[in-house]
Structure formats: structure tokens, C-alpha cells
Antibody
Framework: QVQLQETGPGLVRPSQTLSLTCTVSGASFTSSGFYWSWIRQHPGQGLEWIGFIDHSGSTHYSSSLQSRLSISIDTSKNQFSLRLNSVTAADTAVYYC?????????????????????WGQGTTVTVSS | EIVLTQSPGTLSLSPGERATLSCRASQTVSSSYLAWYQQKPGQAPRLLIYGASNRATGIPDRFSGSGSGTDFTLTISRLEPEDFAVYYCQQCGSSPPEFTFGPGTKVDIK
């Protein structure tokens, strides 16, 4: 059974860097067709996609966050991580990691999106001095 | 960037009733790229439907998805007490690779 678990500080000071790690168990990063994503949810709001990474380290980021964002992967530890620089109160949210299941090659006609099929429980991050 | 709009914002129904939730895209979305999620308070979202109409593993058959182009629908045939939650549609963009969520529809008890 695949499980994801987010860890990281619950409180970050404004202008500092938010760092979170997602540990994956029960699945291999090297399996094809899977990508590893971060999503956040502001208090009382909807879901916002942040970015994702594949097993080779190739990343894609939300255009609204890409200037401050870095996602990395450590296949030896079965972990992927998020770093968000220069945080403000607007970055206060519950942060989720999730597995993205796909088929075929992205951008080709054969590509298929099977959904974000496994999620972590989420971790609350508050940006405050 | 494709924008997803969901309606209604809130749907007040009784257990046993049928729920029909709408998701409209600002541009054509391939059915292969459309998913639905359920989220209960304090929990992570759960995948319900992928490919617009395919139930994810373990999802009861009272949940069904349909639609194509810019209009998609999630139907819950008979609401069970555990179905009262917020439902989000999501599309997967192909170029560039990206994801967009709708704002959600809350299904609450009438």
C-alpha cells in the first residue's frame, strides 16, 4: 500500500524559506508513469497546485510560484521536497504531497491522466513572526 | 491557462437524494485529463473519478462522471451520510504540464 507523509516545520518566519519533505512508502520512484506533486490549500479555500517532479528530477511549477519555488527528489531516501523562498502570510496553508498517475508520454495524443491517486495527510504551515 | 468553474457553490440535499455537480472549463479539455475529488473536513482529498467517467479504485458505483469538451458532471445517485463533503474537479494540462482545480462544490445536509 502506497503511503505519503509530509514533514516540516509548522511555523515559518516571513521572508524565510519554507521547506517540506514528503516520504513515500510502498512505491518506487523509478516506476514509470508516476509524478510526485505538491498541492496547498489556504485556510477555508480550495486546492492550489504547486508543482511536480519525476524520478529523473525533471520539474514543472505553477507559473504563479515558480520564481520562489524549488522541488527536488532523493530517490535513495524515497523522498521529494519543496522549498519556497521569501514566504509571506499568503503562503500560510495546508500543504499536501500527492502521487500523480499517468500513462503514455506527456503532451502526446496517447497521454492519459489517471488522477492524483494517493495523498499525504497534509501538514499545516503558518507564516508569522 | 484553463479556468474551471464549478456550480453550484453549495448544494443542500437530503440523504437518498440525487446530487448533480457541474464543472465547466474555459477551453476544451480532453476527457482523458479530467478528474474529480472528494474532500471531507480535516482530510486530504480523495480521487473519485479520472478520465471524466472512470471510477477510481474502491469508489462506490453511486458516483458517476460524464461530459466532454467544456462541460463535465459528477453525479451521486443516492446520497449517503458519508457523501456530504466538498467536491473538486481538476484538469491536467498537456503543454505546459500543469494542473488546475475548480473552486469546489459543497454538498451539505438539508
Amino acid at each position: 500500500q502506497v503511503q505519503l507523509q509530509e514533514t516540516g516545520p509548522g511555523l515559518v518566519r516571513p521572508s524565510q524559506t519554507l521547506s517540506l519533505t514528503c516520504t513515500v512508502s510502498g512505491a518506487s520512484f523509478t516506476s514509470s508513469g508516476f509524478y510526485w506533486s505538491w498541492i496547498r490549500q489556504h485556510p477555508g479555500q480550495g486546492l492550489e497546485w504547486i508543482g511536480f517532479i519525476d524520478h529523473s528530477g525533471s520539474t514543472h511549477y505553477s507559473s504563479s510560484l515558480q520564481s520562489r519555488l524549488s522541488i527536488s527528489i532523493d530517490t535513495s531516501k524515497n523522498q521529494f521536497s519543496l522549498r519556497l523562498n521569501s514566504v509571506t502570510a499568503a503562503d500560510t496553508a495546508v500543504y499536501y504531497c500527492a502521487r500523480v498517475a499517468t500513462g503514455g508520454l506527456w503532451g502526446l495524443k496517447s497521454f492519459y491522466f489517471y488522477g492524483m491517486d494517493v495523498w499525504g495527510q497534509g501538514t499545516t504551515v503558518t507564516v508569522s513572526s | 491557462e484553463i479556468v474551471l468553474t464549478q456550480s453550484p457553490g453549495t448544494l443542500s440535499l437530503s440523504p437518498g437524494e440525487r446530487a448533480t455537480l457541474s464543472c465547466r472549463a474555459s477551453q476544451t479539455v480532453s476527457s482523458s485529463y479530467l478528474a474529480w475529488y472528494q474532500q471531507k473536513p480535516g482530510q486530504a482529498p480523495r480521487l473519485l473519478i479520472y478520465g471524466a467517467s472512470n471510477r477510481a479504485t474502491g469508489i462506490p458505483d453511486r458516483f458517476s462522471g460524464s461530459g466532454s469538451g467544456t462541460d463535465f458532471t459528477l453525479t451521486i445517485s443516492r446520497l449517503e451520510p458519508e457523501d456530504f463533503a466538498v467536491y473538486y474537479c481538476q484538469q491536467c494540462g498537456s503543454s505546459p504540464p500543469e494542473f488546475t482545480f475548480g473552486p469546489g462544490t459543497k454538498v451539505d445536509i438539508k
